[in-house]
């Protein structure tokens, strides 16, 4: 089994090869000391397990692992953790490998013989429970062979496209494997529904408008560009995308 290592503390590292150094049935494919790492990692070296630490500078050990989850051959996750009875008890309600910190080899050992993969929104319901950080502050793409972390904060609007979600970003424009339904359930708080294949932020737009054709249309800030497809508004989501305006 090939194994990756992910935690921002090097004691913590070492700890935890020098104790898969001892067992012939894994062997070690890398080290990253943070989310961003890990996933250009993995990518790279197809893990079947991430020993992932929760509590790590810049993004998370939660949102590293709903990315992780995300892949085309999702590796099993592992959690090595110092939080309290309350995350264990979301983690073993919903059959999530943990290990308390420090480490002990036989917990370790046993984790990861009980390794498995995570259902999707299982990870999501675990954290809310545990009060941990569960929405993401960075959507994936995958393109060549390598992982673009888009942060939430730059997208313009999410656009169904055919079987992928089209991103369109400050940075440009990307395709995604999430659904546009899990994106306004985990993201409903920043965009809202313009029609039945299109998110859009709210703090993007700058106001509504009727076009030639009379239909309702976004008209957005100064610096946000989505393309030549105007944002039109269907009739039946126009007064909510007025009200979360006027709520912004």
Known sequence: ?????????????????????????????GEAANGHEALQLAADTAPDIVLLDIRMPGMQGIE?????????????????????????DAFE???IGYVLKPVRRSRLLEA??????????????????ANLDAPR?????????????????????????????????????????????????EFGDRFVRIHRSALINVDRIERIEKNREGRSRIVLRAGSHVGSKEPIISRRHVAEVRRRLKES
């Open 64 to 88: 590293t692992a709903q990315h992780l989850n995300g892949m085309d051959r999702a590796p099993a996750v592992v959690f090595t953790t110092a939080y309290d009875e309350y995350a264990i």
């Open 93 to 95: 309600a919903r059959a």
């Open 137 to 185: 502050r960075h959507v994936c793409a995958q393109a060549h062979g390598e992982l673009k972390l888009i942060p939430v904060g730059t997208v313009i609007r999410f656009r169904a496209d055919r079987k992928y979600v089209s991103v369109d970003h400050d940075g440009g424009h990307d395709l995604i494997d999430d659904s546009l339904k899990a994106l306004e359930a």
């Open 112 to 129: 990861l013989e009980q390794a498995s993969r995570l259902a999707r929104g299982t990870l999501r319901e675990a954290a809310g429970e």
């Open 1 to 29: 089994m090939k194994v990756l290592i992910v935690d921002d503390e090097k004691p913590a590292r070492d700890r935890l090869r020098r104790i898969l150094a001892d067992e012939p049935g894994y062997e070690l494919v």
